[in-house]
Antibody
Framework: QGQLVQSGAEVKKPGASVRVSCKAS????????LHWVRQVPGQGLEWIGI????????RSAQKFQGRVTMTRDTSTSTVYMELSSLTSDDTAIYFC???????????WGQGTLLSVSS | EIVLTQSPGTLSLSPGERATLSCRAS????????LAWYQQRPGQAPRLLIY???RRATGIPDRFGGSGSGTDFTLTISRLEPEDFAVYYC?????????FGQGTKVEIK
């Protein structure tokens, strides 16, 4: 079935960058794309982007383009999401989730809380 | 982008009752059925319930059912169990950007 384990909570100041990791286990890392989704506490889900395991396919929502970078390390089966130029509006829980393009998100990480405050 | 609108915002029901949740898309989703439903309990990540508009994900009880195609979709919970009181999201995964509905909260009456 598999498991996705994310890095711990982060506190950042406005203008800074953050990198969140998502380590996959229990399945063939090279066979599945990974997505990033965020959720402002108490609010809905917002799709950020998708990265193929080979990193030759990446797509992000327009509002994050230029500010989000998704990478992967196949040697450790880990995917990373870096978000730059943080503002208080980026305060949210960030989830990684497994799902190939055109498929639903069948496996989710536990979430990483990012707090942005001066 | 495809906008998904869920209704109602909150559904107040008692255990054992039937729940009917709606999701309407601003345009037809890809192939008519690239629509999923997720359940999210407080403090947890979302869990996939339904995909392809009507297919139950692995391990999902058969009291959960999905229907619809094109722009109108429904999630039905035939008899609510205590663990079913949660927030439910619809999600289209056929077109970029992927989008989610705003959620329907099913609460205990």
């Amino acid at each position: 079935q598999g498991q996705l384990v994310q890095s711990g909570a982060e506190v950042k100041k406005p203008g800074a960058s953050v990198r969140v990791s998502c380590k996959a286990s229990g399945y063939t890392f090279s066979s599945h794309y990974l997505h990033w989704v965020r959720q402002v506490p108490g609010q809905g889900l917002e799709w950020i982007g998708i990265l193929s395991p080979s990193a030759d396919f990446a797509r992000s929502a327009q509002k994050f383009q230029g500010r989000v970078t998704m990478t992967r390390d196949t040697s450790t089966s880990t995917v990373y999401m870096e978000l730059s130029s943080l503002t208080s509006d980026d305060t949210a829980i960030y989830f990684c989730a497994r799902g190939n393009w055109g498929f639903p998100l069948g496996l989710w990480g536990q979430g990483t809380l990012l707090s942005v405050s001066s | 982008e495809i906008v998904l609108t869920q209704s109602p915002g909150t559904l107040s029901l008692s255990p054992g009752e039937r729940a009917t949740l709606s999701c309407r898309a601003s345009q037809s989703v890809s192939s008519g059925t690239y629509l999923a439903w997720y359940q999210q309990r407080p403090g947890q990540a979302p869990r996939l319930l339904i995909y392809g508009a009507s297919r139950r994900a692995t391990g999902i009880p058969d009291r959960f059912g999905g229907s619809g195609s094109g722009t109108d979709f429904t999630l039905t919970i035939s008899r609510l169990e205590p663990e079913d009181f949660a927030v439910y999201y619809c999600h289209q995964y056929g077109d970029s950007p992927y989008t989610f509905g705003q959620g329907t909260k099913v609460e205990i009456k």
